[in-house]
T-cell receptor, first 114, second 111 residues
């Protein structure tokens, strides 16, 4: 199984809503990532988890809250988002953050904030 | 700061060879990766170079010159399905290990 599974695939939420994005991988990878991607732009790193601990937060606003309940799961909790937060949110995993191995990306959650 | 430069668009015909260049300026450097992304899809890993030289994987090859802070992706025997965006990405020792993507090159393959 070389898949990273993200749910939901699409999400529309209001600015006062609270929602969560979920990511799952069963490859035994110990590094997991959240990226944000706007149309026709590159993925931008948001968070890195290494061995279930947050190792990098790219100065992301607190309305985005990551969580890593176990080595296979990664969540991104959303609260009080703004319309400019509408984007494709990509989860990725790799064998180890410090090893030069490929990152596997999920298909993403397309988020629209209204 | 970190910066990566790659062409915004490249057009080529089926069966041809195309080279997508990437130059980078970073504080620290582990390696250079290449990813392919089709419209509406997820980025897919193509290659990784940590050392100088050429890495070949089927129709795709990637090259790195650390002294020149330069790399390229070479696509041979182009097919229509190769039409996609191609991102170079550098891995740097910030916060331990971090990967930053270039702006991407949109490749159009014509019949």
């Amino acid at each position: 199984d070389t898949e990273v599974t993200q749910t939901p695939k699409h999400l529309v939420m209001g600015m006062t809503n609270k929602k969560s994005l979920k990511c799952e991988q069963h490859m035994g990878h110990r590094a997991m990532y959240w990226y944000k991607q706007k149309a026709k732009k590159p993925p931008e790193l948001m968070f890195v988890y290494s061995y279930e601990k947050l190792s990098i937060n790219e100065s992301v606003p607190s309305r985005f809250s990551p969580e890593c309940p176990n080595s296979s799961l990664l969540n991104l909790h959303l609260h009080a988002l703004q319309p400019e937060d509408s984007a494709l949110y990509l989860c990725a995993s790799s064998q180890d953050r410090n090893l030069n191995t490929e990152a596997f990306f999920g298909q993403g959650t397309r988020l629209t904030v209204v | 700061g970190q910066s990566l430069e790659q062409p915004s668009e490249v057009t080529a015909v089926e069966g041809a060879i195309v080279q997508i260049n990437c130059t980078y300026q970073t504080s620290g450097f582990y390696g250079l990766s290449w990813y392919q992304q089709h419209d509406g899809g997820a980025p897919t890993f193509l290659s990784y170079n940590a050392l100088d030289g050429l890495e070949e994987t089927g129709r795709f090859s990637s090259f790195l010159s650390r002294s020149d802070s330069y790399g390229y992706l070479l696509l041979q025997e182009l097919q229509m399905k190769d039409s996609a965006s191609y991102f170079c990405a550098v891995s740097i020792p910030t916060g331990g290990f971090k990967t930053i993507f270039g702006a991407g090159t949109r490749l159009f393959v014509k019949a």
